[in-house]
């Protein structure tokens, strides 16, 4: 008989750990009662849309065993919510993993679960952030006998979908998809692997023995992804947020400040050690990056912050825009050619929107700079990440160009 995880964890969830979680993200228990009932199903249904084909389950597997989801700490709900730094220690975990569980569509959840459940939207990301950990340790004590394979992970998930039939009203639109259990039909930049996805899952159906209803549903509904792909690839463009650059010395001794890309200077060969020879800006963060490194007069300290000067984000979003990927790669070339070099990265906001969510939209960032440099080659033990919201600011935030300054990605040598 196959046991219903999301009503087990929503008993868990309830009395003192409700009251916990409320308190955690500053809304009331029935509020958070209501929204964990959504939040809940919600990052299972995500799961099993990315799970539903073996490439799908076999990457779920990597990023639990990667991110460390798969001990008993997050399976004992109660006892993990109850412990003295239990939620904080749960945003932690999830706050690392909800982009990839949800993909692009983190946004859009959280303002489904915000308007679904009457809740401020810093407060739906939060307790998504809290739920994924839970969520996640749930799916792997129940994997303990079977061990957590891409195989016993996307059979549970199969068998999950019986109890999201009843899912919260919205939920598919939120997440981009047609009905929870069939394949994404949203997202402009999966519209080309939709109809794959899809066939897998109907290939997927008649192996586990679909009746004639749904061989004649099936092609239907392959036939009625072409149309919606067609009108997604016409979507105009997200709006971007480009990084913007600190206006204040960024190497302690050259007392000038932060270029914009277009002030960056000339692009200059530098030649590395290891033969490395990288072409950046001679103003750019990745040169005075390696004039502090090389400086033997220059010691890390607290206060010494280089500003990223080519990153890009989707608005309102942590995603890294392909733009950024030519400045990462040369940042992660040179700690790479100097191996005893360790960093941190710093996120910060302006001060527009709530206090709570730019802190979360900060680390967020922060986070995944910090990864994408780790998947250039960097050893993650060298890097370290913290989002500081509107902390920190460098310029007026009364201003449009104060606020854009004031978002920005930093990094600081924390070793060398």
Not at 59 to 80: F, H, P
Not at 145 to 159: E, K, P, Q, Y
Not at 176 to 199: D, F, K, W, Y
Not at 272 to 298: A, N, Q, Y
């Amino acid at each position: 008989m196959t046991t219903n995880l999301i009503a087990q964890l929503m008993d868990d969830l309830s009395g003192e750990p409700l009251a916990r979680v409320a308190t955690a993200i500053g809304e009331t228990q029935a509020s958070t009662g209501t929204a964990l009932g959504a939040a809940v199903p919600a990052i299972m249904s995500a799961l099993a849309i990315k799970g539903a084909t073996p490439a799908g389950a076999s990457e779920l597997v990597d990023m639990i065993r990667r991110n460390k989801l798969d001990v008993r700490q997050y399976a004992e709900t109660s006892n993990t919510v109850a412990a003295a730094n239990g939620v904080s220690s749960l945003m932690s975990a999830g706050r690392s993993v909800l982009d990839d569980v949800f993909g692009g569509r983190t946004a859009s959840v959280a303002d489904w679960l915000s308007s679904y459940a009457a809740i401020n939207r810093s407060s739906a990301r939060s307790l998504l952030t809290i739920c994924v950990p839970l969520v996640i340790g749930r799916i792997t004590q129940s994997l303990i006998s079977s061990g957590l394979t891409a195989g016993s992970l996307r059979n549970l998930l199969v068998d999950q979908r019986a109890f999201l039939k009843d899912k919260p009203k919205g939920l598919a639109a939120a997440l981009g998809i047609g009905a929870v259990g069939q394949a994404p039909l949203a997202g402009a930049h999966e519209g080309a692997r939709a109809a794959p996805a899809l066939a897998a899952w109907a290939k997927d159906m008649e192996s586990r023995g679909a009746t004639g209803r749904w061989k004649w549903v099936l092609p239907l509904l392959l036939l009625a992804l072409i149309p919606l792909f067609l009108v997604l690839r016409r979507q105009a463009p997200r709006e971007m947020a480009v990084q913007a650059p600190a206006p204040r010395p960024e190497v302690a001794t050259s007392g000038a400040a932060a270029p914009s890309p277009a002030t960056a200077g000339d692009l200059v060969d530098m030649s590395l050690p290891g033969g490395v020879l990288i072409r950046v800006p001679s103003l750019g963060v990745e040169s005075k990056l390696i004039t502090f490194i090389e400086d033997p007069k220059l010691t890390p300290d607290r206060g010494t912050w280089l500003t990223f000067d080519r990153l890009e984000f989707e608005t309102d979003s942590a995603l890294l825009k392909p733009s950024s990927q030519e400045q990462l790669r040369d940042v992660a070339e040179i700690l790479k050619a100097y191996p005893n070099v360790n960093v941190k990265i710093g996120g910060y906001t302006d001060n527009a929107g709530d206090d709570a969510y730019n802190l979360t939209l900060s680390a967020d960032r922060a986070d995944n700079t910090l990864k994408e440099i780790a998947n250039l080659g960097v050893d993650r033990s060298r890097l370290e990440s913290e989002g500081y919201g509107e902390n920190h600011p460098i310029a007026d935030n009364a201003t449009a160009e104060g606020r854009q300054r004031n978002r920005r990605i930093d990094i600081r040598v924390t070793k060398k």
